[in-house]
């Protein structure tokens, strides 16, 4: 499993950090599971200002995180999931979100927290959506990440 080595991380308080979290509908499971985590870790670091933005798909992703960070939030949470099929449109729609996502980030200097899920199969994703019986938690990880980095931006100037 791809958590291997993963830092251990604590919360912190980031109450007064506003974030968005901004989520694909495809692969409902899957994504409930990722909203979840991202809830989850949203509570343990005591944010109270987080707004949930749903998109089509993961494509859609950097497009309204881009809308999100350009609106001054904190800190954006990017949520979905591609599972590949027989077409090349798995790779294109990865490299889109992930290139879209990286530069909305530098773009804006607002940590972008990379929930997407580029899986082989549907189980793959299951067993990274944080649901009861998951090994990972990708939805918590990814908030957790975006939180600690705004936190960081913070003391870096």
Request: hydrophobic share 45%; proline share 4%; charged share 20%.
């Amino acid at each position: 499993m791809s958590g291997h080595g993963a830092p251990a991380t604590q919360p912190v308080d980031c109450s007064d950090l506003r974030v968005a979290v901004v989520a694909a509908s495809w692969h409902t499971q899957v994504m409930d599971g990722l909203l979840a985590g991202a809830h989850r870790a949203l509570e343990q670091f005591s944010v109270t200002r987080a707004d949930v933005v749903r998109v089509p798909g993961t494509f859609e992703l950097p497009v309204v995180a881009d809308a999100c960070a350009a609106q001054g939030y904190d800190a954006v949470v990017a949520l979905g999931v591609v599972i590949r099929g027989g077409t090349p449109h798995f790779e294109y729609v990865c490299s889109a979100a992930t290139d879209g996502l990286l530069r909305v980030s530098l773009d804006h200097r607002v940590p972008v927290g990379f929930g997407v899920l580029t899986c082989d199969t549907e189980q793959q994703a299951l067993d990274r959506a944080g649901l009861e019986g998951s090994a990972e938690d990708k939805g918590h990880e990814a908030t957790s990440a975006a939180l600690l980095t705004a936190r960081t931006l913070r003391t870096v100037g």
